[in-house]
Antibody, heavy 123, light 114 residues
Framework: EVHLMESGGGLVEPGRSLRLSCAAS????????MHWVRRAPGKGLEWVSG????????DYADSVKGRFTISRDNGKNSLYLQMNSLRIDDTAFYYC????????????????WGQGTLVTVSS | YELTQPPSVSVSPGQTASITCSGD??????VSWYQQKPGQSPVLVIY???????????RFSGSNPERFSRSNSGNTATLTISGTQALDEADYFC??????????FGGGTKLTVL
């Protein structure tokens, strides 16, 4: 059974940094692309960033480009999101999600999600 | 790139609910649908327009009828829930991929089962 568990969320002041982690199990982690998706209070889902199975392909939403960095450690079955220069509108639940495609053929849909971690940016 | 959904849809128990998702040349793109209930993570209910993941009830179905159409008019994909049950009450999001905008979600539709 696929299991994704996020950690690292919390309360942080504007302009500060936070690093999210996602521990994966139940599947061959290095066969799949991975993504971060967020949902702000009262808003809809927003894709944040994605990384290919071998880290050769990385992409970001315009709203976080230049501030957030996605990475993965296939040896540790882990996904990360380094968030710098945080803004109040970054406040959201952040979900780690597994891409539905396989290897070099990403599906760009998300077939498994973690339970989410809450990031609150406030002074 | 934008995907447009109605903010809310209401349906009576046992009836059919249809949730639309519109976007430019949407027929050229695969559409996925997600269900999210309060306090829970999203769940994939339809992917690649019409495919249903294992464990998703057959009452959930998807369509993207203008796939491969040569029409340049606005395209619409639809999530249909047949025999809607109270437990289907949730927010539903469509999603597609665009080479310039990357992964895009619709604004979401709140399904109310009255």
């Amino acid at each position: 059974e696929v299991h994704l568990m996020e950690s690292g969320g919390g309360l942080v002041e504007p302009g500060r940094s936070l690093r999210l982690s996602c521990a994966a199990s139940g599947f061959t982690f290095d066969d799949y692309g991975m993504h971060w998706v967020r949902r702000a209070p009262g808003k809809g889902l927003e894709w944040v960033s994605g990384i290919s199975w071998n880290s050769g392909g990385i992409d970001y939403a315009d709203s976080v480009k230049g501030r957030f960095t996605i990475s993965r450690d296939n040896g540790k079955n882990s996904l990360y999101l380094q968030m710098n220069s945080l803004r109040i509108d970054d406040t959201a639940f952040y979900y780690c999600a597994k891409d539905g495609g396989l290897g070099a053929d990403p599906g760009f849909y998300f077939d498994n999600w973690g339970q989410g971690t809450l990031v609150t940016v406030s002074s | 790139y934008e995907l447009t959904q109605p903010p809310s849809v209401s349906v009576s128990p046992g009836q059919t609910a249809s949730i639309t998702c519109s976007g430019d040349k949407l027929g050229d793109r695969y559409v996925s649908w997600y269900q999210q209930k309060p306090g829970q993570s999203p769940v994939l209910v339809i992917y690649q327009d019409i495919k249903r993941p294992s464990g998703i009830p057959e009452r959930f179905s998807g369509s993207n009828p203008e796939r491969f159409s040569r029409s340049n008019s606005g395209n619409t994909a639809t999530l249909t829930i047949s025999g809607t049950q109270a437990l289907d009450e949730a927010d539903y999001f469509c999603q597609a991929w665009d080479s310039s905008s990357h992964v895009v979600f619709g604004g979401g539709t709140k399904l109310t089962v009255l």
